[in-house]
């Protein structure tokens, strides 16, 4: 591969994560609701006590409506199986981030407008996106050499020293 190439297939990679990472913060619930409700329930299936399992799937959709009783026992399901609904509803999220980036690389015509409505309400755009993650990546790229050439010399010069494991 050129280094042309490699080099638009690190942009287009950093596109992409930009605009996971941009869709994952400003994603509003009811975009991911009905992914979170399939997603608890396969988490209520393997929690719940046996003869209480085939309610799964209608308890999390109560839960994801916020059915109070519901969103009770369904706390405590999880309560008692040491997970949290936090954590559920931000695998919801990134889950949603996900499939609507590849839906929006395939131009698919709900999740390009939902995409640009959201840029749009967020006061940016893909190029933008875009541009800051270059920034940040050549940023990271230039303190990682930094980093290299200063840790290089100090390894050097603290070797033997007692406590200096942590400047490998």
């Known amino acids: ?3 042309q190439c490699a080099q638009c297939s690190k942009v287009w990679a950093r596109r ?36 209480e399992a085939d309610s799964a799937q209608t308890l999390a959709r109560q839960s994801a409506r916020n059915e109070s009783q519901a969103d009770a026992k369904v706390n405590e399901v999880l309560r008692d199986a040491g997970l949290l609904m936090d954590d559920i509803l931000g695998e919801a999220r990134t889950r949603k981030a996900k499939e609507l980036v590849q839906e929006y690389v ?12 959201l840029l ?7 190029d933008t996106l875009v541009a800051k993650a270059l920034a940040l990546a050549a940023n990271l790229d230039v303190i990682e050499r ?3 050439l200063t ?8 070797e ?9």
Do not use: K
């Open 16 to 51: 992409l994560a930009s605009l996971e990472t941009f869709l994952h913060e400003n994603l509003d619930y009811n975009a991911y609701s009905d992914l979170f409700a399939d997603y608890l329930a396969e988490v209520l299936q393997d929690n719940l006590p046996e003869g």
């Open 106 to 117: 395939r131009r698919e015509p709900d999740a390009v407008t939902l995409v640009e409505e």
């Open 146 to 148: 930094i980093d290299r």
């Open 160 to 168: 033997g020293w007692p406590n200096c494991e942590g400047l490998e």
């Open 120 to 126: 749009s309400d967020a006061g940016t755009s893909m």
């Open 1 to 3: 591969m050129s280094r």
């Open 151 to 158: 840790g290089r010399p100090l390894r050097s010069r603290f």
